[in-house]
C-alpha cells in the first residue's frame, strides 16, 4: 500500500507539473489564427503575451509584411523587423514620426507619416492574408503593461483591402471570415457613416452593453447610451483612472447622472481598451478612442465582429470580469 501511495503522489507531481507547463507554454507560445478559422481575440490582461503573439507573426511572415502603428519602439519587434527586411520580404512599415524610434530598414521599406492630427492606426498584416488589429502600440508597455485588446484572422480579402488603403484613406469593408460578418472601417469619416453606424448598434441593444474605453468625449455617443439605460439597457463603462479626470470628465459626468455603472483601474497601466460589447453578440473594437478627432481627424479605425461564437463570448466575458476587479467603482 505504502509503494501504491507513493506512485500515487509522484504521479500527482508529474501530472501538476505537466498542467503547469503547458500553461506556460501556452502563455509564451500564443496560438495564431488559422486560415479558414474564426478570428481570435487576445488580451495582455487576460495573461496573453502580446508581444509573443506579434513577434511571432512577424517571425513567420515569408513574402510580405505590411504594418501601421502609432507606436513602434519595443526593441525585440524593432530588431525582427530590421532582420526580415535583410530578407527580400516586400515590407512597408509606416509609423507616426512623434511615438516611435527611427528603424535601420531601406528607405522604400520605412515611411514616416505626417499629419496634423495623430497616424493612430494599429494594424499587422502577413503574407496578405494574416490580419492583427486592435488597441496595442508596439511598444513595450503597451504590449506587457497597459491593458489592450486585438483581434487576429486570415482574410485575403480584408489584408488587400488594408494594404490598399491604409494609413492614407478612409474606407470601409463588410466581408465574412470564418463565417463570421465583419466591418471594417478606416478613419477619418467626414460623412458620419462610421459613427452613425456604432449609434444604430447602440440604438438596437436590447439587454446589455459592456464598454472599456481609454478616452471618451463623443457626446453622440454619450447620448446614445444614455438613451440606451433609459430603455433598460444593462449599460456599464470602464474607463481610464487619468482621462476620468481629464479629457473624459464631462462626458463620464454626464453618464454618471444617468446612474450608469462606471468604474476605474485602480493601478498604474492605462485601461487602453476601445471596444464595446452589445448584447454579448457584437464587438466593436480597434485604434479609435471615442472622441470626435478620432472619428473627424485622425487616421484611425475600428471592426465590428457580428454573431460572436461559444469561445469569443466566453473570452469576453472573462476578459470583463478581469476588468472588474482590477478596478474601482466611480462614486
Same mark, same amino acid.
Given at each position: 500500500?505504502?509503494? =501504491? ?6 504521479? /500527482?507531481?508529474?501530472? $501538476? *507539473?505537466?498542467?503547469?507547463?503547458? @500553461?506556460? #507554454?501556452? %502563455? ?63 515590407? =512597408? ?6 511615438? /516611435?524610434?527611427?528603424? $535601420? *530598414?531601406?528607405?522604400?521599406?520605412? @515611411?514616416? #507619416?505626417? %499629419? ?216
Amino acid at each position: 500500500m505504502r509503494i =501504491r501511495s507513493k506512485h500515487i503522489f509522484i504521479f /500527482s507531481i508529474f501530472a $501538476t *507539473l505537466a498542467f503547469c507547463i503547458n @500553461f506556460i #507554454v501556452s %502563455s509564451i507560445s500564443p496560438n495564431l489564427p488559422k486560415p479558414g478559422g474564426k478570428p481570435i481575440l487576445y488580451s495582455n490582461q487576460m495573461r496573453q503575451d502580446l508581444k509573443m503573439t506579434c513577434f511571432k507573426a512577424l517571425k513567420k511572415a515569408n513574402e510580405h509584411i505590411h504594418l501601421v502603428m502609432f507606436g513602434l519602439t519595443d526593441p525585440k519587434i524593432v530588431a525582427i523587423l530590421n532582420k526580415q527586411s535583410q530578407n527580400n520580404i516586400d515590407m =512597408r512599415v509606416y509609423y507616426d514620426k512623434r511615438s /516611435s524610434v527611427d528603424l $535601420t *530598414l531601406n528607405e522604400n521599406q520605412q @515611411f514616416k #507619416v505626417k %499629419s496634423r492630427a495623430l497616424m493612430h492606426q494599429k494594424i499587422l498584416v502577413i503574407d496578405k492574408s494574416l490580419v492583427f488589429l486592435g488597441s496595442a502600440n508596439l511598444t513595450t508597455a503597451s504590449l506587457l503593461m497597459h491593458d489592450n485588446l486585438m483581434i487576429g484572422f486570415h482574410s485575403p480579402e480584408i489584408a488587400n483591402f488594408l494594404i490598399k488603403k491604409t494609413p492614407y484613406y478612409s474606407g470601409n469593408l463588410s466581408t465574412q471570415v470564418g463565417g463570421q460578418k465583419i466591418d471594417i472601417w478606416l478613419l477619418p469619416d467626414f460623412q458620419n457613416k462610421a459613427i452613425n453606424k456604432i449609434i444604430n448598434l447602440i440604438d438596437n441593444a436590447t439587454n446589455s452593453i459592456e464598454l472599456a474605453m481609454f478616452t471618451f468625449t463623443h457626446g453622440s455617443l454619450v447620448e446614445a447610451l444614455i438613451n440606451a439605460k433609459k430603455r433598460g439597457v444593462d449599460v456599464k463603462i470602464a474607463i481610464d483612472f487619468q482621462t476620468k479626470n481629464g479629457a473624459s470628465k464631462k462626458a463620464i459626468e454626464s453618464l454618471k447622472k444617468e446612474n450608469i455603472e462606471i468604474i476605474y483601474n485602480k493601478e498604474v497601466k492605462l485601461c487602453h481598451h476601445k471596444h464595446i460589447v452589445i448584447d454579448k453578440k457584437q464587438l466593436i473594437c480597434g485604434s479609435a478612442n471615442w472622441t470626435n478627432s478620432a472619428f473627424n481627424k485622425n487616421y484611425d479605425c475600428f471592426l465590428i465582429l457580428y454573431g460572436l461564437n461559444h469561445s469569443q463570448k466566453k473570452f469576453l466575458k472573462k476578459l470583463w470580469r478581469t476588468i472588474e476587479l482590477e478596478s474601482s467603482f466611480l462614486k
